[in-house]
Every structure is written in structure tokens, then in C-alpha cells.
């Protein structure tokens, strides 16, 4: 339960009163500046407190932005404010400050709530309320005229509005929006939670995963159907938090990993289906999740890097500025980078309409086109911009390498030692050992000559501050490197189930990546090292996978790579679970990622 004290005379006929129990407040009136401090006291440490001017006009929905959203400490709208409790501290200093005031006379009771904004000394949000009416009147004909306006503007309509992403993809814009905000508001009425919505959206992934892996055409066919359902309900969820308020670490965590989870089991669903027509493409459900696993990381290094960069300007981005200017380039530019919904789209309608073989083809052919155009329009700004790029960005860069022991090892053998260029370093050193791998037949210690001196250039990424125009390029093409080698080496085993294990590997330690990109994002730090160390770091783990190619038989190797996949996958999930979980009891600050575009 949080807490509202109205200051001020009430006003006839107001519905303020009931406007803030609908949202969950007890509501409690103050008679003087005094009498505010003494309820402000009263209420529980652990509670919201909001103090409202008793003569507010306004929406519903503007106290509820204003009042109500869990992501911002202390928020303010005219003639109202609110802080969470960390921020209590702050609201009483700057009541107290308005009640000194107030005695004075250079402030009265009734605008209490504006003073205690202007004086708080925390950092306040003030959302954005559009056409919605916030007022405090300060005479009958003030109060008359922002009734009438109160009366023109539809806050409900404004709600369903704004619960869609500001920017989104085409297909979602004009295909899935238009009525799932409906089915947003049609949760929301009956208690669903977004957190819900995203485990209905997984679990109906699955489903759809396993119709495709029947390997019938009326299996091709459900399949396509329920992974568009499957999206729906995913922009669902990101729509119900809007329009309920409901964020949550927890929440953004689940709807980022759930999204991953869901695509990579679909592809795992067609290559099983497949299977059972007779067609073998686990090579390419494998190269499909590589490709866009390594395109994520790309998108993510690359807005770690930069987005508190100072001086974070280049012609290329003012071209883009001015592209965004003219309609039809934003669309045709948002639709080309393949996002979430325009992928999905395509691959359910090529599952229902034709073979998983043409699928991946095809997907593997439109997200490398989209991965060569956004990776070059960063380079280009990379390039062309001169960014000062931070201690807090470098950091993050050195986390998402996921160097492990070998890599900390080397590093202190060569400390004082300062190789040039850590990009260029790891694009060669990532290059020679899939190279190697690639050329060598199967059994082949080559591979290994290769890891080893992927091995020994590891320390590149650690040895300095990765703050050089391109060192956002380090992360993705040491992902590249180890994924791909674990890619060609199960290829070149050409034993049957190797492929999979390969997959489950691959997708185990992708999993790990995606887990450390959300913990930056929510401001919770890389993985404990620990678990970085436990699990080899990608130049530990490359270097087993080699080794154990050129030691076992392609079968014993297929099962060194089952069990290799099932060790990082349990101790990767076991430890992710229970920080996510710990971090929402503990009341981790709450937090809205909007992530790929849909």
C-alpha cells in the first residue's frame, strides 16, 4: 500500500480523493504545513508516499504516470509529488524546508507539493504528459476551464496510445500493434501480469517448436501459426507494462532471455522436423543462431561503448538524422536490419509454405545482409566520430569479452607489454583458429596449433582500456571465433547427434553472453568471476573443444560435447536464476528495456 497526503482545503465535488484510491493509495489530508510533517513521519519507511495539492485537476492517467511508476525514485507532476523509499529521506528535507517556508508565509499550505518539488535535492522525473491535463487552479475560472479541457481529452485513449514502443519495426507498427494494445488492456483489467504474458509467450513458442519438429506440412503449418501468436503475445507483454506501470528487472530480464529462447528452440524445432523428412540442417539451425547471436552482441557492444560517450557526433550520424527526416527511408531502414517481428514473420510464413531447408536459407541470407549493413554504418561512425569513451563503457567491454583464466594468466606474464589495435589482434587470432579448423580434417592437431595462439593473443582485450574507436568489435569477434569453431569442428565430425550437441553447446554459452548484457544493462554489474573462471572463459572453452576433437573418436566427441553443453548450461542457469530472482526480492531498482525493436 502506498500513501497520499492531500494538503490544502478540499474542494467540492473534487474526485481526487477517489482517483488516488483507484491507484492504489491510502489517502490521508493534512490541515497545515505541520500537520503534514507529522503524517509524512507516520508512514512506514518501506512504503511510496505521494503529497498532492488538494486542488488538483487532471487525469487519471497523469497521477498514474506521475505517482505510480516503480523505475523512478522521485517523480513530480504539477501540484504533486511522490518518492519511493530510498528517496524518503530527500521528500522530508524538502518538507521540512516548505513547512519553514510556510511558517514564514512566503508559501502556503495549498501549494505545498510545488515547493517540496523545487527544493528536493534527488533527482526527480518528470514524465511527459502530452496532451493530458495536470493543473493546479488557482480561482473557480481557472478550475472551470481545465474541467473542460479534463472533458476533451480521452486519458484512456492517450493510455492505450502510448502502451505501443515509440519506435518499432513495420511489421509490428502496422500488423500487431493495432489491436494487441487491446489485448494489453484486456489483460490488464483481469490481473494478468506482463510477467505472465511473457511465460504464455514462451510456452506457446514451444508448442509451436514442436509442431515444427513433426516434420508434417499440417506440423509446418501450426508451427507458423502459433510462433505469430507467439509474437503477438510478446509485444503484449512490453504493452501491458506501459500500460500498467509495470516494471521490473525481473520482467525485462525474462522478456529479453525468453525472446532468445523461443527463436533458438524454433530453429532447434525445424532442424528435428526436418530430420524426420530425411534432411539434415543442424549445420544450418546452428549457423543461423551463431549469425545472430554475433549480430546481437555487435548491437550491444557497440550501444555499450558508446551511449555515454561525450563528443558522440559523426557525419555519418547526421546522415542518418537527416534520412530520418523522409518517411519512407525510416521504414525501409528499420525493415532491412531483419528486427524481431519482420524475422518472425518470415520464418512462419517460409514454415508453413515451404521446407526448414529454404528457411534457413533464407534467414541465413537476410540476417547476414542486415549484419554487413549495421555493422558497417557503425564502423563508418566509429571511424568518423571523435568520442571520449568512458571508464564505465571500457569496463563494460572488458566484461562482455568474457576473458577467462588463461587470458588473466597471460596477462600478468605480459604485463608492460602493449600490442596495438585489439580489434584487428582478435579478428586475426578468431580467424586463424576457425581457419584451421575448417582446412584440417577431422582428428587434425592443427586446430589446436590454432587455439593455442588464439590463446596467447587473448590478453589483448585485457592488457588496456578498450576505449579505441573500434574496440567494440573485440566482443563480437571473439563470439564469432569460439562459436564458429564449435560449429565446423561437430560439421567435420559428420557423426550423427554431433551437430546437436553442438547446438546445445553453443546455445548454453550464448545464453551465459545474453545474461551478461542484461546484468550491464540493468546496472547490476558482469557475472560473479567466479563463474567466468568455472566455465574456461571463450578462450578456455575454445581450446578444450579443440583438444577434445583431436583426441576422441567423432562419437566419443559428440558425447564430450553433450556433456560439455549440459555442465555450462547447469551452471550458468543455476547461478542466472538465482540472481535475477534474489535481485527482485531485494527490491532491485525497476527497469523497462525496450531491446530489439519488434
Request: proline share 5%; glycine share 8%; aromatic share 8%.
Amino acid at each position: 500500500m502506498s500513501t497520499a497526503i492531500l494538503t490544502g482545503q478540499p474542494v467540492p465535488g473534487s474526485s481526487l480523493e477517489s482517483d488516488l484510491r483507484s491507484l492504489g493509495f491510502d489517502v490521508r489530508v493534512a490541515t497545515d504545513a505541520a500537520d503534514t510533517e507529522t503524517l509524512l513521519a507516520a508512514v512506514p519507511a518501506n512504503q511510496r508516499v505521494a503529497v498532492v495539492d488538494a486542488r488538483f485537476v487532471g487525469h487519471v492517467h497523469a497521477l498514474r504516470l506521475g505517482l505510480t511508476d516503480p523505475r523512478f525514485d522521485a517523480a513530480a507532476i504539477p501540484g504533486a509529488v511522490t518518492a519511493r523509499p530510498v528517496a524518503r529521506p530527500a521528500l522530508t528535507r524538502a518538507l521540512r524546508t516548505a513547512s519553514d517556508d510556510a511558517s514564514n508565509g512566503s508559501v502556503v499550505v495549498g501549494i505545498l507539493a510545488e515547493r517540496i518539488a523545487e527544493v528536493l535535492d534527488t533527482d526527480l522525473h518528470r514524465p511527459e504528459l502530452g496532451e493530458l491535463v495536470a493543473e493546479v487552479p488557482r480561482d473557480p475560472q481557472a478550475r472551470n476551464e481545465a474541467r473542460q479541457a479534463l472533458s476533451v481529452v480521452d486519458d484512456e485513449a492517450i493510455r492505450l496510445r502510448t502502451a505501443v514502443k515509440s519506435r518499432d519495426g513495420f511489421f509490428t507498427t502496422y500488423c500487431i500493434s493495432p489491436y494487441s494494445r487491446y489485448l494489453a488492456r484486456w489483460c490488464a483489467r483481469r490481473g494478468f501480469t506482463p510477467n505472465q504474458v511473457t511465460t504464455a509467450s514462451l510456452i506457446t513458442a514451444l508448442i509451436a517448436a514442436g509442431c515444427a519438429a513433426t516434420g508434417t506440412r499440417a506440423g509446418y503449418v501450426a508451427a507458423g501459426l502459433l510462433l505469430l501468436f507467439s509474437f503477438v503475445l510478446d509485444c503484449t507483454d512490453g504493452q501491458l507494462a506501459r500500460y500498467s506501470l509495470q516494471y521490473s528487472t525481473l520482467g525485462a530480464w525474462l522478456d529479453a532471455t525468453f525472446d532468445r529462447a523461443k527463436e533458438y528452440a524454433y530453429y532447434a524445432g525445424l532442424a528435428l522436423g526436418a530430420a524426420r523428412g530425411g534432411d539434415d540442417v543442424w549445420a544450418l539451425a546452428l549457423g543461423a543462431m551463431v549469425l545472430q547471436t554475433c549480430r546481437h552482441v555487435v548491437d550491444f557492444s557497440f550501444n555499450e561503448a558508446n551511449h555515454d560517450a561525450t563528443a558522440n557526433t559523426s557525419p555519418t550520424a547526421a546522415l542518418s538524422g537527416r534520412l530520418d527526416s523522409v518517411g519512407w527511408t525510416v521504414w525501409l531502414r528499420r525493415m532491412i536490419v531483419l528486427p524481431i517481428g519482420e524475422r518472425w514473420a518470415m520464418i512462419a510464413v517460409l514454415t508453413a509454405v515451404t521446407t526448414p531447408r529454404i528457411t534457413f536459407y533464407v534467414l541465413l541470407i537476410g540476417c547476414a545482409f542486415a549484419a554487413t549493413y549495421t555493422t558497417a554504418g557503425r564502423v563508418l561512425r566509429s571511424l568518423t566520430r571523435k568520442a571520449q569513451r568512458t571508464d564505465r563503457a571500457a569496463q563494460a567491454l572488458a566484461d562482455l569479452t568474457d576473458s577467462g583464466p588463461l587470458a588473466e594468466f597471460l596477462t600478468r606474464l605480459t604485463r608492460g607489454v602493449r600490442i596495438s589495435g585489439p580489434a584487428v589482434v582478435a579478428l586475426v587470432a578468431g580467424a586463424l583458429v576457425v581457419g584451421a579448423s575448417w582446412l584440417s580434417p577431422y582428428g587434425s592437431w592443427w586446430p589446436v596449433l590454432g587455439a593455442g595462439v588464439y590463446v596467447l593473443l587473448s590478453p589483448v582485450a585485457l592488457q588496456r582500456p578498450l576505449k579505441g574507436a573500434l574496440d567494440w568489435l573485440v566482443p563480437p569477434f571473439y563470439r564469432a571465433a569460439e562459436y564458429g569453431t564449435v560449429l565446423v569442428l561437430a560439421a567435420k565430425a559428420d557423426v550423427n547427434g554431433a551437430l546437436p550437441a553442438a547446438f546445445g553447446l553453443v546455445a548454453a554459452v550464448a545464453y551465459h553472453h545474453y545474461d551478461t548484457v542484461y546484468r550491464i544493462r540493468g546496472n547490476a554489474g558482469a557475472p560473479p568471476h567466479w563463474l567466468v573462471r568455472a566455465i574456461g572463459g571463450h578462450e578456455g572453452r575454445t581450446l578444450l573443444v579443440t583438444v577434445l576433437a583431436a583426441l576422441l573418436t567423432a562419437t566419443d566427441f559428440k558425447v564430450a560435447l553433450t556433456a560439455l553443453a549440459v555442465a555450462v548450461a547447469l551452471v550458468v542457469l543455476v547461478e542466472s536464476i538465482r540472481f535475477w530472482v534474489t535481485a527482485h526480492k531485494l527490491g532491485a531498482p525497476a527497469v523497462h528495456d525496450e531491446g530489439e525493436p519488434a
